[in-house]
């Protein structure tokens, strides 16, 4: 985890995610997961490039299972892409960076 992206629980997910007036982000992970440790970087790079602008946050559902199991995240990684605290859109899987950044450049 980096500066630039924010760890979230199931006990925070109201508060950083719904409530954020910022669009975020929401990257459910678990370190053992191969394709999760693949897009990582990707995520961490486009935090820097859009910072100020969007917030990328982290759920490991290991730790924090209430909130995916709610959202109905049936696999990882997921991205959820949250904007006035409403799910726009999602994103299963590694995908290219610039498939990312095209789905961020809709929400701000």
């Given at each position: 985890?980096?500066?630039?992206t ?58 924090s299972p ?19 605290g409403?799910?726009?859109d999602?994103?299963?899987?590694n ?14």
């Amino acid at each position: 985890m980096s500066q630039l992206t924010v760890e979230v629980t199931d006990q925070t997910f109201q508060e950083k995610v719904l409530s954020n007036p910022l669009p975020v982000i929401v990257d459910f992970w678990a370190p053992w997961c191969g394709p999760c440790r693949m897009i990582a970087p990707k995520l961490e790079e486009l935090a820097q490039e859009y910072e100020g602008k969007i917030i990328v946050a982290k759920v490991n559902v290991d730790d924090s299972p209430m909130v995916p199991g709610q959202l109905g995240v049936r696999s990882i990684p997921t991205l959820l892409f949250v904007k006035g605290g409403k799910i726009i859109d999602q994103v299963i899987g590694n995908v290219p960076k610039s498939d990312l950044e095209s789905r961020i450049k809709t929400m701000i």
